[in-house]
């Protein structure tokens, strides 16, 4: 089974990055590979196609076009970079393109990310980039973990929450609360007239989550996603909210 890559770089990046020691770069380049370094996570994903457009468009050197391009031509990729990023761990494209501003594409000079990777959206800002990543994390999921003990507050929370989980087969695991009023996460997992039918659920009572404060969605005990606000703030725009994406420690792969 071939490795997971970790992201994908624009064409210009990745070929600023495989050139860099190869090339007299000006002032500018070498504050973009800087930057680039900083926030980059490796390995990288890329194909035939990608190598080919920079050579093409961005003065790949033909010496490392020569290194790259055989076994990726063997591989038969062709797929454009945002089919390509759908096969990555974090499921993006690092850029510095202003007019790259939909998911996945990540701007490095603009967005604030890091190699733990986040997304902030103010008070009353858009979510739409927000959830339509999370719903690209969650797409392929066989199992996912949903830790937040304030999810019973909020009546309204289930079939927004279920609307990020993919229509098929899925172990669900929640963290139990109570609240003031007697109702609790329980009640809502308990609900299977919002559920896909091949979802499973479970209680999740390892103690490390019995008594955290933040929020999680751990995806197939490979990616964690941290909510500052909550599920609930995903869809209320009254509050802030700031999602980190890292590798789960407990990940073995």
């Given at each position: ?22 090339i007299?770069?000006?002032?500018k ?6 930057k ?8 990288i994903e ?20 020569d290194?790259?391009?055989?076994p990726l031509?063997?591989a038969?990729n ?6 390509l ?10 850029t ?20 733990i ?9 858009s ?11 969650l797409s ?21 929450l279920?609307s990020?989980?993919p ?6 695991e ?7 009023d007697?109702?609790?996460?329980s009640d809502?997992?308990s609900?299977?007239?919002l ?8 209680r ?27 599920f609930y ?10 999602c980190?994406?890292?590798?789960y420690?407990?990940?073995?792969s």
């Open positions: 089974m071939s490795e997971i890559k970790e992201l994908v770089l624009s064409d210009k990046l990745f070929s600023l990055y495989q050139s860099f020691y190869s007299i770069p000006t002032r380049q070498v504050l973009v590979y800087e680039l370094l900083n926030k980059v996570s490796f390995p890329t194909n035939a196609l990608q190598i080919i457009n920079c050579k093409e468009k961005h003065n790949l050197p033909e010496h490392i076009y290194d790259l391009i055989a031509l063997s038969g062709y797929d454009s970079l945002e089919a990023s759908q096969s990555t761990y974090y499921k993006l494209i690092l510095t393109n202003d007019e790259h501003k939909a998911f996945p594409y990540f701007n490095i000079n603009k967005d604030d990310i890091d190699k990777y986040s997304i902030s959206c103010e008070i009353n800002g979510r739409d980039y927000l959830i339509a990543y999370l719903k690209s994390l392929n999921a066989k199992k996912v973990l949903i830790q937040d003990m304030y999810l019973s507050y909020h009546d309204c929370i289930a079939p927004n279920f990020l989980l229509s098929s087969p899925l172990n669900i929640f963290v139990q609360n109570y609240n003031d007697g109702k609790t996460n809502i997992f609900d299977r007239s559920m896909h039918a091949d979802w499973s659920v479970i999740n009572n390892e103690p490390k989550f019995q008594t955290c404060h933040d929020r999680y969605l751990i995806i197939d005990d490979k990616i964690e996603v941290m909510l500052s606000s909550g703030y995903l869809w209320n725009k009254n509050k802030e909210i700031s980190t994406i890292k590798r420690l407990n990940s073995s």
